[in-house]
């Protein structure tokens, strides 16, 4: 009987080509895109398209086709799994939206906004594609690439927070994940597209400690632990009221933003711990054997703009004041000599800034 559901994966780093390996293995068809360029791994797949997991997932399947042709992606798939950073969503988006058809399920990992964006682009650009959008708050996976036919999953969460745009396509959104996942991981759903994206927990444990572990990430980049070297019971300290921050920002939105510690325990398995620095320094935790770390990595130069700036926008447009977020910003962008302020993912950006805080909610739904 053919497969109800054709996917097409859009973005071939860690997360893309583990969904197309979990989507392969569950048999169905999955076809992957490339968007950049033909990399010796993507030559390497053309010819033996085999991708698998290993780790806490073990399986392996064949994907359908790899191609930088997005049109031929898309073609026949009626589901689209857009798995890039988010400074990638609007080209990705700009590429997607001409190719759009009635019926499509488009899922965002993770959305970062990005929902958002691609029903503004969408509007925009004059597209009438009866849709669904939908956006996680994280990837499922913890993962990383081995080599060209195999994803290293360190550990898949246990629960994820999804929200659907139209709401009423949030069942059925829901259903074909957990088809995807063969019941492996459940989820929740989220009051809209906006709480999915403010409830991303790298903007609380990403930036911070690579701000505050400069000189030694320089020094030992290759060996450095972001997580079990980089978090110190302080920098946790720090890390939790930059998290309350962002909690407070949800609850003047009218939105449940659920914190750091709750959704690290909802992912990977609840203990007694108290603190962050006491989680990821639990049995539970995910990121032991996570090793590497760059000054110039994408938990500053994806998550600052990607994520603490749009959240600083919606904050000022909500009245509420985010300190350490507005600090975390400046730091960052006076080290790498960047304005985030300014090339971030801002309500301009987002074609957002002419929209009060309760229309913007709104427009999540």
């Given at each position: 009987m053919e497969a109800k559901w054709r996917?097409?994966?859009?973005?071939?780093?860690?997360?893309?080509?583990?969904?197309?390996?979990?989507?392969?293995?569950?048999?169905?068809?999955?076809?992957?895109?490339?968007?950049?360029?033909?990399?010796?791994?993507?030559?390497?797949l053309k010819k033996d398209p085999v991708m698998g997991l290993e780790g806490d997932l073990n399986c392996?399947?064949?994907?359908?086709?790899?191609?930088?042709?997005?049109?031929?992606?898309?073609?026949?798939?009626?589901?689209?799994?857009?798995?890039?950073?988010?400074?990638?969503?609007?080209?990705?988006?700009?590429?997607?939206?001409?190719?759009?058809?009635?019926?499509q399920h488009i899922v965002i990992f993770p959305g970062n906004f990005g929902g958002l964006r691609l029903k503004r682009m969408m509007a925009n650009a004059g597209c009438k594609a009866k849709v669904s959008i939908s956006e996680t708050a994280s990837l499922p996976y913890a993962c990383r690439i081995k080599d060209a036919h195999t994803v290293?999953?360190?550990?898949?969460?246990?629960?994820?927070?999804?929200?659907?745009?139209?709401?009423?396509?949030?069942?059925?959104?829901?259903?074909?994940?957990?088809?995807?996942?063969?019941?492996?991981?459940?989820?929740?759903?989220?009051?809209?597209?906006?709480?999915?994206?403010?409830?991303?927990?790298?903007?609380?444990?990403h930036p911070l400690p690579v701000l505050l572990n400069f000189g030694d990430i320089e020094k030992h980049s290759s060996t450095f632990r972001h997580y079990m070297d980089g978090i110190t019971p302080l920098i946790s300290d720090l890390q939790e009221k930059m998290d309350e921050e962002r909690i407070a920002l949800g609850r003047a939105l009218g939105l449940t933003l659920v914190s750091t510690m709750q959704q690290l325990k909802e992912y990977y398995g609840a203990n007694d711990t108290t603190t962050i620095y006491d989680y990821v320094n639990s049995p539970e935790t995910p990121y032991a054997d996570l090793v590497g770390q760059k000054v110039t990595s994408r938990y500053l130069t994806e998550d600052v703009p990607g994520l603490l700036v749009p959240a600083l926008c919606l904050a000022k447009k909500a009245g509420v004041s985010m300190p350490i977020v507005e600090a975390t910003v400046k730091i960052a962008s006076v080290v790498h000599g960047t304005d985030y302020m300014a090339r971030g993912l801002t309500l301009e950006t987002l074609d957002l800034d002419g929209f009060t805080a309760t229309e913007i909610v709104e427009h999540g739904k």
């Open positions: 996917f097409a994966v859009l973005g071939s780093g860690n997360g893309g080509r583990a969904f197309c390996a979990q989507a392969a293995a569950a048999g169905y068809p999955v076809r992957l895109f490339e968007p950049l360029e033909e990399t010796e791994d993507i030559k390497t392996s399947g064949t994907v359908d086709r790899i191609t930088l042709d997005i049109a031929e992606a898309m073609d026949g798939a009626n589901v689209l799994l857009v798995v890039v950073p988010s400074f990638a969503h609007q080209p990705i988006f700009e590429k997607m939206i001409p190719h759009l058809v009635d019926g290293h999953v360190y550990k898949l969460k246990k629960l994820m927070k999804v929200a659907t745009s139209p709401c009423e396509k949030g069942t059925e959104a829901v259903a074909i994940l957990k088809a995807l996942f063969a019941e492996k991981m459940d989820f929740k759903a989220a009051k809209n597209l906006l709480e999915a994206s403010l409830d991303n927990i790298n903007f609380t444990l």
